[in-house]
């Protein structure tokens, strides 16, 4: 064979190979955007979710409104500090009652439905 055709079969081999390599970055790129594309679309999702969640029945003592009687009064159980060190830290607590009185004015929770109302709309 003719010394020619050695250098076309090297320039051609060497150019697939280049080819596929430039083939496989590409693909290798989409496929990289598309889980992004997917991550961006998930965390969307999520905060729309989250916008669309009910408020938590949360008191603002932080326990459930569940713990909480008919006149408000908190019956969660709680540490209550019962000794301070020099630097006014507690050192000793007993079990006590959350002495909560669940604020029940008519503001917080017709403010909270009416922002739910006009956000879906
Ligand atoms: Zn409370
Ligand atoms: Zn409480």
Known sequence: M????????????GGFAWAAENIRTALRNRHER??????????????????????????????????????????ERVEVPTAWDENKKPVHYEAGQCNCQQYVGPQPLSQVYAEELTDQA
Request: net charge positive; with cysteine; hydrophobic share 45%.
């Open 2 to 13: 003719d010394w020619f055709w050695w250098v076309l079969i090297a320039f051609w081999t």
């Open 34 to 75: 598309k889980l992004e594309l997917m991550a961006a679309a998930k965390q969307e999702r999520l905060a729309v979710e989250a916008a669309h969640k009910p408020p938590q029945p949360i008191c603002g003592c932080t326990h459930h409104l569940a713990k909480h009687d008919k006149q408000g009064k908190c019956h």
